[in-house]
């Protein structure tokens, strides 16, 4: 009988991971939104469409090039943007520290890459697991109202640090790493618009103490829909916010913008904010992966290595490898 293998999660780690692992076990992802990729995420109002969380990433490791380059193949990847200026406190544009760097974005919509890799996996969608019951050196999975979703050998996590923390059992060995691990949060600003925001560029760093982000989504490739702005907060200040009325946080956010770019979008025809709790690795756990063989239990993500998407990848690879000469 194939070992049972659930992975918590259908970001790139999840997905990665269940990818490589398909082969040699029967693997069950488990996602708890209705979509995949995490935070390469995509929202859409109406006419308009936002990727309101990763802007967009690099591939500078030939394993994840491969992939970049198999997604290219299926148009569920381009390149955007050709360059990314920062916007300083004067209004001055300073050009792209590393132009020349090939970045990327999924297409339609961010989620691209995930949908790519999610072929002929087996996700459950929309549920979300809450606890882990030992029975005979397998584990019972159950949501939140502890229905009962399923036994299995293997159980990895590829969640936040602290949310993988709180479900892992106290026995689990890699509770010091998952401690080590730090992580911030951001919010972001979605700003849909009639016309076309003439900003001088596509998408641009802030030098400002409320806003570090701010791009014109719908210059992306492949956006059929309205003009789109997404800004993203900086990261401390989020984490220092996360807790504030959501409508303070808006306002401030705007006026923010308003400060940056000399355009007040206060009367846009659509405004929304999304608050993301772990948005940033800002200190990680410093070991490509955890894992239990005792147990059967692991863990991965961008946040065992590093502030980037390709770091999800790696550690996820990582992962997989070790599990190989398990499960041979």
């Known amino acids: 009988m194939p070992t049972s293998i659930a992975i918590i999660g259908a970001g790139l780690a999840g997905l990665t991971l269940a990818q490589r692992l398909t082969p040699l076990a029967t693997v069950t992802l488990f996602e708890k939104s209705r979509g995949l990729g995490g935070r390469m995420a995509n929202r859409r109002r109406g006419d308009y469409a936002f990727d309101h969380g990763a802007q967009y990433f690099t591939a500078r490791s030939a394993g994840f090039q491969a992939v970049v380059a198999g997604a290219l193949a299926a148009d569920s990847l381009a390149i955007w943007p050709q360059a990314v200026p920062t916007l300083s406190t004067s209004g ?11 970045r990327y974005v999924g297409t339609p919509g ?6 790519h890799l999610a072929k002929n996996l087996d996700i459950r969608k929309e549920t979300t697991v809450a606890a882990l019951g030992r029975e005979d050196r397998r584990w019972r999975l159950r949501d939140a109202d502890q229905s009962d979703l399923g036994l299995f050998d293997i159980v990895i996590s590829t969640a936040p640090a602290p949310q993988t923390a709180t479900l892992m059992p106290a026995a ?25 925001p003439d900003l001088g560029f596509d998408a641009a ?3 400002d ?11 992306k490739p492949g956006r059929a829909g309205k003009p789109a702005l997404v800004v993203h907060s900086r990261n401390d200040w989020a984490e220092a916010h996360l807790e504030t009325d959501r409508t303070q946080v808006q306002e401030q956010l705007l006026a923010a913008l308003a400060r940056c770019t000399g355009r007040n979008f206060r009367s846009a025809r659509w405004i929304d904010l999304h608050r993301w709790r772990y948005a940033a690795v800002d200190q990680p756990a ?11 239990l692991g863990a991965c993500g961008d946040w065992c290595i590093g502030n980037r998407v390709e ?10 490898d070790a599990l190989h000469g398990l499960l041979r």
Request: charged content about 20%; overall charge negative; aromatic content about 8%.
């Open 311 to 320: 770091a999800a990848f790696e550690s996820a690879a990582a992962l997989a």
């Open 110 to 115: 961010m989620t691209g890459l995930a949908n």
């Open 209 to 219: 103490e409320i806003l570090s982000f701010i791009a014109i989504d719908s210059s």
């Open 205 to 207: 760093r802030l030098e």
């Open 286 to 296: 410093s070991e490509p992966f955890l894992f239990d063989p005792d147990l059967g």
């Open 92 to 102: 001055d544009i300073a050009p792209d520290p590393r132009v020349g760097e090939t």
């Open 172 to 196: 689990f060995t890699g509770h010091e790493a998952l401690a080590r691990a730090r992580m911030s949060g951001c919010f972001t600003l979605m700003i849909g618009l009639d016309e076309p």
